[in-house]
């Protein structure tokens, strides 16, 4: 059987699978296994969720219905920030300044677990602490961008203001105005997740590619997941992926799925003037934002679009590739800019720009793991972090803010529309 899925994840020429010299493979399964706990879904959420699991000491299994990081996580740019795509100081109009305030500083404490968790790993996952650059894309956005530095810097983010010139990274950069976040770092996201596949594995997870889940069954206060050609018996089951059969999606999770562009530039492009530690983002929605790569590439991506699927249609993906170099070149005037690589992906948002992650009542021992938007990365960890810490019985901070039970914000069909 093959993964029945309503929409592709991404097409195009992706980059990161040119930077593997080894990819690690793992078995099918075939016949009955027990476990404590089957992670559905061997993308990055998946891989987080196993790694932090197993390092805990607790019995997992983890099926892949193809290959490990062959998902969204095979087209993600790598960029792990601790802002959201929605400011701090917008957020706390939302949700209020206190739970804002908390949200920010989890992804903040985040950032620093999984750079711990990447430098403890025997591999080489690309993970390098960088600070961002966050433009103000028009002038009108100017006062804006300030309101966010200023409620940052209220809370002790790490954040300086300035228009490019005067941060004290000399940014060749043509924007009216900029704030600078420290602290955010870029991964290369399929070597990350293999990285952490084969951490669980040897830390005692048993990890299963090309088997596919096609049900998932309560029995008593077991569930039976019903692969291709077998059955695990878990006593808690992950829902590392979109949907699943037999795993009924809370009310709240309404994803939003969209197609996001991205190319990668030739090695030693990138221009001696630019500091190759610094990621660039913007205020305009959709936005245009890039960051870089140790042989000196640009990975630029945005243009976000409310598409479901990410269909081979190679003239839609020339032409947004033009508009990715186009916004290259108005940054860096004097370069010829040109893409080695460029692909499209779809990815799922959610309406309030916060990740849904825990139990439900109604079906309690099914994690949900849904972390919507362009800083999932981060997500997904508080999301592993959360299971392990339910597990163990220890209380998690983020666990009623996060919940997918948790109240609807009043205004939240409001919140966004790129
Ligand atoms: C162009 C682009 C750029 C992005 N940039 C960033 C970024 O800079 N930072 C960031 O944090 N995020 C970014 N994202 C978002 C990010 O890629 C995704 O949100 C994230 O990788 C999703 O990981 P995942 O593990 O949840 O899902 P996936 O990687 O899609 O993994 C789900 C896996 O489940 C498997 N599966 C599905 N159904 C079944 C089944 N029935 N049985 C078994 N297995 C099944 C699939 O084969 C798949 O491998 C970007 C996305 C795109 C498209």
């Not at 601790?82 to 917008?90: C, G, R």
């Not at 005037?333 to 692909?343: G, L, N, R, T, V």
């Not at 079906?363 to 972390?371: D, E, L, N, T």
């Not at 508080?382 to 597990?391: C, F, V």
Request: aromatic content about 10%; hydrophobic content about 35%; charged content about 20%.
């Amino acid at each position: 059987m093959k993964i029945n899925n309503s929409h592709i994840w991404h097409s195009g020429s992706l980059y990161w699978p040119t930077t593997l010299t080894h990819i690690p493979s793992y078995p099918a399964l075939q016949g009955h296994i027990t476990t404590e706990v089957a992670i559905i879904g061997g993308g990055i959420t998946g891989a987080l969720c196993a790694a932090v699991l197993a390092r805990s000491g607790i019995p997992t299994v983890l099926v892949e219905g193809q290959r490990v990081a062959s998902g969204s996580t095979a087209a993600n740019t790598g960029l792990l920030q601790f802002s959201n795509d929605t400011m701090l100081s917008e957020l706390a109009d939302k949700i209020g300044e206190t739970d804002a305030v908390q949200f920010y500083g989890e992804c903040r404490k985040t950032l620093t677990r999984l750079y711990k968790l990447a430098n403890e790993i025997p591999y080489d996952t690309g993970f390098h602490v960088r600070s961002s650059l966050y433009c103000a894309s028009t002038s009108s956005d100017v006062p804006r961008l300030f309101k966010e530095y200023s409620m940052l810097r209220k809370h002790g983010f790490p954040v300086e203001w300035g228009s490019p010139h005067n941060t004290g990274h000399h940014l060749p950069i043509r924007k009216p105005a900029a704030l600078v976040t420290h602290g955010d770092a870029e991964i290369n996201p399929i070597r990350f997740a293999h990285g952490l596949i084969a951490e669980a594995a040897h830390k005692g997870a048993n990890i299963y590619e090309n088997t596919v889940v096609e049900g998932v069954q309560r029995m008593g206060d077991k569930f039976v997941i019903t692969t291709d050609f077998g059955e695990i018996i878990a006593s808690r089951v992950v829902r590392a992926v979109s949907d699943v059969p037999g795993i009924e999606s809370p009310s709240r999770i309404k994803p939003i799925l969209k197609r996001s562009y991205a190319l990668v530039t030739p090695a030693n492009s990138l221009p001696a003037s630019w500091p190759y530690d610094c990621m660039m983002w913007e205020t305009a929605r959709p936005y245009f934002y890039f960051r870089t790569t140790p042989d000196r590439r640009i990975i630029a991506g945005g243009i976000d679009e409310n598409q479901a699927d990410a269909t081979n249609d190679t003239d839609y993906l020339f032409n947004r590739t033009l508009r990715l170099l186009e916004e290259l070149g108005s940054l860096f005037p004097e370069k010829q800019w040109e893409a080695e690589h460029a692909w499209y992906g779809a990815f799922s948002e959610s309406v309030e720009d916060l990740p849904f992650l825990g139990e439900t009542a109604k079906q309690p021992g099914i994690f949900h793991a849904f972390s919507s938007g362009g800083n999932s990365t981060v997500y997904s960890m508080i999301a592993a972090e959360m299971l392990r810490n339910r597990i163990l019985g220890q209380e998690h901070p983020m666990h009623a803010l996060l919940s997918p039970e948790r109240p609807a914000q009043p205004d939240s069909s409001a919140v966004k529309t790129v």
